[in-house]
């Protein structure tokens, strides 16, 4: 059973955290307050004994203290609410269709986690699509949601069943014409399209993400075409004719250890050939074809160092670089919304809590299949389905003093699940990646202000 959050405000003890930056310092840092500052051990314990006596009801210590006194001002001591859970009580309440058109893939990534061209190929009907369209648009009117999405992703190339995804957008487009309601219109691709194909995304999208792992030799050695042939060429006419047109797009790096060491050259190369609006760079899943297989494992030390390389090469550029673990922008209870505000179907007319629980050959489908869309139209398993929309970060306890839980939200559930067994949600190596990530991020910002304190501004 998930814990139940508590409904109280937390005291002050449970805000604030501390983490070594090296053998005399840590960092020192109240998430809730957006306040880092580095100290060395006498101003850790100065800090967390004046957080105890404010836990006891009694003032923060000797304010003549200065930097006592300055933290004081800034409210540090003062205890403040916990996020809010960004979809609320009651269960699913859709602001956001995901389709999962097709498990075909025209690349044979040496990574794929969803073995995408392996299995008998599966692909969504429209009646399907627009059966899915019509439940998460009713439900997101009825509840007043004030922007939509329509979006494509899923264990192969949602272009590989053009016909349907045109048709998904038409309708989407004519029921939600004069609605008042804000609309996007996004997915993730692989970016080997025929002109056509590129030419009616940028008519019909508001957005895309765009996968591409580095340059030439990078890129056509992780991803390869079905035919064996390099993918690159193609991804790189598409990447030209979307920044030709100035379409917004965001690129998606797999980092795998053959790649890791020219990370750096990578982002900076990307930056210079295109103009995406953000990169990111993810270390790759050990699942699929990357199962087994010691040699795609990124390290996580390699991984941090390597990628704040790349984070400033990307900065220098005007770009910006993330990796999904580490969001110190983000106070959430929730790594993803997938279990709560949107509405995600496969190809076979499955739901799934999860983007990446791409259809019933998934490890864990069993755990993250919560229903189904048939003739009788959405059938949910409540008990599977609130198993997951009640996973917070609460219901995880090695994130309980983890300077990180507000931020990560216990990161992505079925890759904790995943090096759990699938029974267990567990501290994983992508911890230490977020951990680590987000404390040089945070240093960067001390730096930025002056090396003494950071205050955020939210």
């Not at 982002?267 to 087994?292: D, H, L, N, T, W």
């Not at 299949?369 to 996973?391: E, M």
Request: net charge negative; proline share 6%.
């Amino acid at each position: 059973m998930n814990p139940v959050p508590s409904t109280q405000v937390p005291l002050l003890t449970g805000q604030v955290f501390t983490e070594p930056v090296d053998r005399e310092r840590s960092l020192i840092y109240a998430p809730l307050r957006n306040i880092a500052f580095i100290g060395n051990t006498a101003l850790v314990n100065l800090v967390l004994d004046a957080c105890a006596r404010v836990d006891a009801g009694l003032p923060p210590g000797e304010l003549e203290d200065s930097f006592i006194s300055m933290l004081d001002g800034m409210d540090f001591f003062t205890p403040a609410p916990e996020p809010a859970d960004d979809c609320g009580p009651g269960g699913p309440r859709y602001d956001t269709v995901v389709l999962f058109l097709t498990n075909a893939c025209n690349l044979r990534c040496r990574y794929c986690y969803a073995h995408a061209g392996d299995h008998p190929v599966k692909t969504m009907d429209a009646a399907t699509a627009r059966a899915a369209i019509d439940i998460a648009w009713a439900d997101a009117r009825r509840h007043g949601a004030p922007t939509f999405t329509l979006a494509f992703h899923g264990g192969g190339e949602p272009t590989m069943n053009l016909p349907v995804l045109r048709e998904s957008v038409g309708y989407f487009k004519s029921i939600s014409r004069d609605s008042g309601v804000e609309i996007s219109i996004a997915g993730a691709f692989n970016g080997c399209w025929s002109d056509e194909t590129r030419e009616y995304i940028l008519s019909a999208f508001t957005e895309a993400s765009i996968s591409l792992d580095g340059p030439p030799e990078i890129q056509d050695f992780a991803r390869p075409c079905a035919d064996g042939s390099g993918s690159f060429a193609r991804v790189d006419r598409t990447l030209r004719g979307l920044d030709g047109a100035g379409f917004p797009y965001g690129i998606r790096m797999t980092v795998t250890s053959e790649s890791l060491d020219r990370l750096p050259e990578s982002v900076a190369e990307i930056c210079a050939r295109y103009s995406p609006g953000k990169i990111q760079a993810e270390p790759v899943f050990m699942q699929g074809r990357a199962a087994g297989k010691d040699s795609m494992a990124a390290d996580p030390g390699r991984f941090i160092g390597k990628f704040m390389q790349a984070y400033e090469a990307a900065r220098t550029r005007g770009v910006e670089l993330f990796y999904s673990g580490a969001r110190p922008d983000v106070l959430t209870r929730r790594f993803c919304l997938a279990a709560g505000r949107a509405l995600v179907v496969t190809a076979d007319g499955d739901v799934t809590a999860c983007f990446e629980s791409y259809g019933r050959e998934h490890p864990l489908a069993g755990r993250f299949l919560v229903g189904s869309l048939g003739p009788g139209g959405l059938a949910l398993d409540g008990g599977k389905l609130d198993a997951c929309f009640t996973t917070t970060v609460d219901s995880f306890l090695h994130c309980a003093r983890c300077f990180c839980k507000w931020h990560c939200a216990g990161d992505c559930a079925i890759k904790s699940l995943a090096e759990g067994g699938g029974e267990v949600f567990r501290s994983t190596e992508r911890c230490a990646i977020n951990r680590g990530i987000t404390k040089l991020l945070l240093l960067d910002r001390i730096r930025g202000s002056g090396g003494v304190i950071w205050k955020g501004t939210k």
